[in-house]
């Protein structure tokens, strides 16, 4: 089960508001490499792993994906807390705020709103981990852009904070995947599906 | 240490690896590793993985609020679990690890004694139900110190 802690993970404090900027980060909460879509992709993806270490690996980088979530949720809360008329009008902001008003809504900065299909579950250790692999690179480079974009003090703080965070986990994973490997059929380790073929 | 400030460092592929597969060197050990403090503001508690992007790296200290003093106990003991989680058998790391977890429970007692639950099962203080007493984590507050 999950129980709530009353604390962020990394401390989250904007000076100023910015409905501008809040409008971009708002792909990390549900746009396609964000980290809603991180963390049900390995939550779920766990119930199929073959081993204690990678189901504990898939809960605990879940895990600490939804503490991620909560993060960019308080970046965009506070970006556009106490907004005035002229803010809601500004450039890229108004299209969220007419469907949204200051609410947190899981869409991506191009206002596609969150899809499941941004992320997989493939039932095959070797495809789901290869999967996160490249879902930590890509995540990676969506706050890269966003350290373009953004000369928020405040906000690129906390960014550098999360983006730093999928280095590690891309390595964790590619880790997991060698622990697998040594236990699948060493001439063949395609040679079954170790989810599936028991 | 390169002009980026971040060292190269390299892992340990296998010795025989299957062809058509994908490979990532593994973290050899454990051993240099940051405080909890500074490995709070890098993002990980470990240099050679500590990569930034276009040298943009959080050099400020955070201040020295219980919070934060939580935030770093509690974030190196994520970061060693999922080391752990790879690396189940390095008995320094585990140890380190029982270290954190055993300053985290005092900080949080402390914390909770002075600053309000963090847990709802510990909202019931003398009597009163305290749980939304307190701020919630996202909130702005100006004047926090935390």
């Known amino acids: ?198 | 240490m390169d002009d980026n400030g971040s060292r190269v460092c390299c892992g340990i592929l296998p010795a025989n690896a299957p062809l058509a597969n994908p490979y990532v060197p593994f973290q050899p050990d454990a051993a240099t590793q940051y405080t909890a403090k500074t490995g709070l503001i890098k993002g990980t508690l470990f240099p050679c993985l500590d990569l930034p992007f276009l040298g943009m790296v959080n050099t400020e200290e955070k201040t020295d609020t219980m919070m934060h003093q939580l935030q770093a106990l509690g974030f190196a003991i994520q970061e060693l679990g999922l080391y752990l989680d790879t690396h189940g058998d390095d008995e320094e790391a585990t140890e380190l690890f029982r270290q954190y977890t055993q300053m985290y429970e005092s900080g949080m007692a402390e914390y909770q004694q002075s600053c309000g639950p963090l847990f709802q099962k510990q909202a019931v203080q003398d009597g009163a139900y305290t749980w939304n007493n307190t701020p919630w984590p996202w909130e702005y507050r100006a004047n926090q110190e935390d």
């Not at chain 1, 189901?55 to 979530?69: A, F």
């Not at chain 1, 450039?91 to 992320?119: E, K, L, N, Q, R």
């Open chain 1, 1 to 198: 089960m999950f129980v709530y802690e009353k604390k962020l993970q990394y401390p989250v404090k904007i000076a100023a508001v910015n409905p501008k900027l809040a409008s971009i980060i708002i792909s990390q909460y549900g746009g396609p490499d964000g980290e809603l879509g991180a963390s049900l992709r390995y939550l779920s993806q766990r119930y199929s792993m073959p081993y204690p270490e990678l189901r504990g690996l898939l809960t605990d980088i879940g895990t600490e994906e939804l503490g991620h979530l909560e993060m960019i949720g308080a970046i965009v809360h506070q970006l556009t807390r106490t907004l005035n008329d002229d803010q809601i009008r500004a450039d890229g902001f108004a299209p969220y705020f007419v469907d949204h008003t200051t609410g947190v809504y899981p869409t991506a900065a191009s206002g596609f709103p969150w899809s499941a299909a941004s992320m997989a579950v493939k039932g095959d250790p070797i495809a789901d981990l290869t999967e996160d692999l490249a879902a930590e690179q890509k995540a990676r480079v969506t706050y890269d852009n966003i350290l373009r974009l953004s000369d928020d003090p405040d906000v690129n703080d906390v960014i550098k904070f999360l983006r730093e965070r999928e280095i590690v986990h891309f390595q964790r994973f590619g880790e997991g995947l060698q622990n697998l490997r040594e236990r699948l059929n060493q001439k063949n380790v395609y040679y079954m599906n170790p989810s599936f073929d028991k």
